[in-house]
């Protein structure tokens, strides 16, 4: 059964560091493509990360390029968001998805972190 479980996420004040975890369970990054998105209130649930379980490759929204990092731990089959010097309009939920870089049906999704930033 594949889960995947989210974690760190918390209250911050502008400018600290978070960084949310991701543990997966059931399946193998090899084949998949791991994905942070975040839903804000009132807004459309946005992209934020992705990063190749084949090729390592990783990209960016442009709000986040140079603030933000994804990476993976294959040992412990999780996936970071590191996040720098965050802002108020970081304040989101941010989810954890998993899909198959070739059967693009085969999507998981996480249950969700709370992050707020607020002073």
């Known amino acids: 059964q594949v889960q995947l479980v989210e974690s760190g996420g918390g209250l911050v004040q502008p400018g600290v560091s978070l960084r949310l975890s991701c543990a997966a369970s059931?399946?193998?990054?090899?084949?998949?493509?791991m994905r942070w998105y975040r839903h804000a209130p009132g807004k459309e649930r946005d992209l934020v990360a992705t990063?190749?379980?084949?090729?390592?490759?990783?990209n960016y929204a442009d709000s986040v390029k140079g603030r933000f990092t994804i990476s993976t731990d294959n040992l412990k089959n999780t996936v970071y968001l590191q996040m720098n010097s965050l802002r108020p309009e970081d304040t989101a939920v941010y989810y954890c998805?998993?899909?198959?870089?070739?059967?693009?049906?085969?999507?998981?999704w996480g249950q969700g972190t709370q992050v707020t930033v607020s002073s």
């Open positions: 059931g399946f193998t990054f090899g084949g998949y493509a």
């Open positions: 998805n998993a899909r198959h870089l070739v059967f693009r049906g085969n999507e998981y």
């Open positions: 990063i190749s379980g084949a090729s390592g490759s990783t």
